[in-house]
């Protein structure tokens, strides 16, 4: 079956609709569902019972980037910046010394094994090198797995920071195989650059972004996750103009965000969680129609030495390298190197030498497309198990909740206070948004002049307001006072 313009809404709907039932089922038996969505894609195409039949890599790509974008900025959205700090250098060093040397061991292990050229070997690791943001974040989320000593935002750190970086060594080595002549440590300046503008660009673009959102006054609160997205796609494509990466840009972006307060906050990060999910689906079907399972036959040898290699040596030794100047017990770094996950963005990456026409780009894709589904089905499916089995999990009591859980949750609130905002106070004339006001805390309602109001964000403090103050802890009003710059 040919995708047409008449058949398309109904066949993606259907598909939709089948992954979503799928996955609810697929949880209950420990089945990443991830692995169901390309199961359903590679089904739905030509090779399988649907019939459908898609061959377009440059639309794949572009389904790809898109995807990529939202789930990413989900995942920056939703990463505590509190829980993030202390192992910054941990997951700086994992997701970028941690995927050169896992592009680099791979890359010469496919060399000795395969009629690959160098070039084209090391471009097939760069491709495989980094941890999939969308596995690791779905995975590790949806089994609502707790684990101990900061190991969860380590590999959430590192799994939606290291795209960049594979994504530029990708790109390097595209074009050392398209040139050979040119030297490998001609790649440094252009890694370099796009890693610098990216960081950079990204905390900017943070700070305007937030800026924007606070300032802006748009008559519907739905209006605001669309301006959301916007301001996404501006930080991307903007970065990426001026040779900047865009993913680490978007990523640095709403960690940024994530942090701080912003108007209809709880609207915005509830309707990203959403999006992020249905990009996922959406990536993964599309990518799964793209592949034909035929094709992958010959290259399952290969592909099973190129899996073993990667989740067994390379993705090891590259984690105890990267992270050898860290002081971290050696159970905890083993779960890290476990917890090696590829998934969609690989097989994103290896629609780039397809494009490019080089002469072992589908050896390459569907290499890339095999270690990938084995990452899933071995390391996905056993991540529980592996936390168990080296003492790193916690009790599921003890599971703590994520920055989009303690946004979006109604915690009860015990403790009333009326605080009327005195005159000389210096939070008069500001918005909600912008006094800080501590987070297990809630401004109910406002009366202001006889007349009750119910504040948002972007609500003014007057003069005489009275505030009826909502918490849970008696010590958090010396912070109430303090955000609304009064003595208690």
């Not at 290291?162 to 595209?174: H, W």
């Not at 890693?195 to 950079?200: E, S």
């Not at 401004?443 to 307001?465: C, F, H, K, Q």
Request: contains cysteine; charged residues 15%; aromatic residues 10%.
């Amino acid at each position: 079956m040919n995708i047409t313009i008449e058949n398309i809404i109904l066949i993606g709907s259907v598909l939709l609709l089948i992954s979503i039932i799928a996955g609810k089922t697929s949880y209950r038996f420990g089945i990443p569902t991830l692995l169901l969505f390309l199961t359903i894609g590679m089904l739905a195409g030509s090779d399988g019972i649907g019939g459908i039949y898609f061959d377009n890599p440059q639309i794949a790509q572009l389904i790809g980037v898109v995807s990529l974008n939202f789930i990413l900025f989900s995942g920056g959205l939703d990463t505590s910046w509190q829980s993030v700090k202390p192992i910054l250098k941990e997951g700086i060093a994992l997701s970028t010394v941690g995927v050169l040397l896992t592009a680099l061991g791979l890359g010469y292990f496919v060399y000795l094994i395969t009629d690959f050229g160098l070039y084209e070997s090391l471009l097939l690791g760069a491709i495989v090198s980094s941890t999939d943001a969308a596995a690791v974040f779905s995975i590790l989320r949806g089994k609502n797995l707790a684990l101990k000593k900061n190991l969860r935002p380590t590999l959430e750190l590192e799994s939606g920071s290291n795209d960049p970086m594979a994504y530029v060594l990708t790109i390097a080595f595209l074009a050392l195989v398209q040139e050979p002549d040119q030297s490998i440590l001609s790649i440094i300046p252009l890694l370099f650059l796009q890693m610098t503008i990216g960081g950079v660009a990204g905390f900017l673009f943070g700070r305007l972004s937030k800026t924007v959102i606070n300032r802006i006054k748009l008559d519907y609160e739905g209006l605001y996750p669309v301006l959301m997205i916007a301001l996404m796609f501006i930080t991307f494509s903007a970065t990426d103009a001026i040779g900047g990466n865009g993913f680490l840009a978007i990523y640095i972006c709403s960690v940024y965000l994530g942090n701080q307060n912003l108007i209809h906050k709880k609207t915005i990060m509830r309707m990203f969680d959403g999006l992020a999910w249905l990009m996922q689906i959406v990536l993964f079907l599309t990518l799964g129609l793209l592949v034909f399972p035929s094709e992958i036959i010959p290259f399952v040898g290969i592909g099973l030495l190129v899996s073993v290699f990667l989740i067994l040596v390379a993705r090891p030794l590259a984690v105890f390298i990267s992270l050898m100047p860290f002081k971290m017990r050696l159970k905890r770094r083993f779960y890290i190197s476990w917890v090696g996950l590829r998934g969609a963005v690989p097989i994103v990456f290896a629609t780039y030498p397809l494009l490019a026409g080089i002469d072992e780009a589908h050896a390459i894709f569907n290499i890339v497309f095999f270690v990938s589904i084995t990452s899933v089905i071995v390391q996905g499916t056993t991540l529980s198990v592996v936390a168990k089995w080296l003492h790193v999990g916690l009790p599921e009591k003890a599971k703590p909740l994520s920055p989009t859980d303690e946004l979006l949750i109604e915690h009860p609130k015990t403790l009333m206070k009326e605080i009327v905002v005195k005159e000389n106070s210096t939070a008069v004339g500001l918005k909600i948004v912008d006094l800080m006001f501590p987070k297990n805390a809630i401004i109910a309602m406002i009366e202001r002049e006889g007349v009750y109001l119910t504040p948002n964000g972007s609500t003014e403090l007057m003069a005489n307001d009275k505030l009826v103050v909502l918490t849970d802890k008696k010590d958090v009003l010396n912070e109430v006072y303090t955000s609304l710059r009064m003595d208690s």
